[in-house]
């Protein structure tokens, strides 16, 4: 159980890192223009979050490899246990994660052209709500990973 | 107005379609291929186990399908993606790119849809 479990703190550490990106990104973008520029979200406003999209793809792309390697050792080792235990909200929530990540996945490329050049108020509007989706995405299936690892991690 | 770059115009279809794709794969169960990992092998299309193996051996030998479902998605959404970046712009231009956003809300609010029946056993 060394590799999975190697992977899977890769994996949260990742994660983590994906997770500062894309709700700065978030917050940013959807930030009024008239903030002040000394306040909290004119600081976050002054930092060019058009920078964080090729993080946040990269990070992403790793984020799901390695999930989608560890997916064939929770399926065997960890998920019959859960069943065992009754905890099927967890894995509902858990097949919620596989779904949503991928969907994710495949808004990447949309959300990489909406960040990566200077763009018009409607697609403004586009990319501010890609990036929030993507948010979503990441935040839940930040959660319920870490939910899932709490009742019955590796090694337990 | 959609850009008429062709890199966009499948970047958004891509996204797009893939959403609405996954949906049908995981409501119908069409799986491009099907992962055992405990016996290390993929099997193409969708494949149960309790068809493969007596019932009570299930156990043994879990089925994957999010790698087929996904893959399915994939293949129709980049078919898709590349026929419209084939287009001419002109007739995209007045497709409204909120759609990129609002198929996948939609799909994933399906996803919950279909994963209700987790929290009624």
């Not at chain 1, 703190?9 to 973008?29: D, R, S, W």
């Not at chain 1, 979200?41 to 992403?60: E, I, Q």
């Amino acid at each position: 159980m060394v590799l999975p479990t190697a992977l899977l703190i890769i994996h949260g550490l990742v994660a983590v890192a994906l997770l500062g990106a894309i709700t700065h990104q978030t917050l940013a973008a959807w930030a009024t223009a008239g903030v002040h520029p000394s306040s909290f979200f004119g600081r976050f406003r002054s930092v060019p979050s058009a920078r964080f999209a090729n993080a946040v793809v990269v990070l992403y792309a790793i984020s799901i490899l390695l999930g989608g390697i560890i997916y064939l050792y929770f399926r065997v080792d960890i998920r019959p246990g859960l069943e065992r235990a009754g905890h099927w909200p967890a894995l509902g929530f858990f097949d919620l994660k596989e779904h949503f990540a991928a969907i994710g996945l495949a808004l990447l490329p949309a959300y990489w052209v909406c960040w990566r050049r200077p763009i018009a108020e409607e697609r403004s509007q586009t990319r501010a709500m890609l990036t929030s989706i993507l948010a979503f995405i990441v935040w839940w299936g930040f959660l319920t990973g870490h939910v899932v690892n709490n009742i019955m991690g590796f090694g337990s | 107005m959609m850009s008429s770059a062709p890199l966009h115009r499948f970047a958004f279809a891509f996204g797009t379609a893939f959403a609405v794709f996954y949906v049908i794969a995981v409501a119908k169960d069409l799986a491009l291929f099907t992962v055992f990992p405990s016996l290390g092998i993929v099997l193409a299309g969708t494949q149960h186990t309790n068809d493969l193996t007596d019932p009570a051996m299930g156990f043994l030998a879990p089925a994957m399908y999010w790698y087929g479902w996904a893959a399915t998605a994939a293949l129709g959404a980049l078919t898709f993606g590349v026929v419209v970046a084939l287009l001419p712009g002109r007739w995209t231009r007045y497709f409204w790119p909120g759609l990129v956003w609002l198929f996948p809300a939609l799909s994933m609010i399906a996803c919950a849809y279909l994963t209700l029946p987790w929290f009624r056993l």
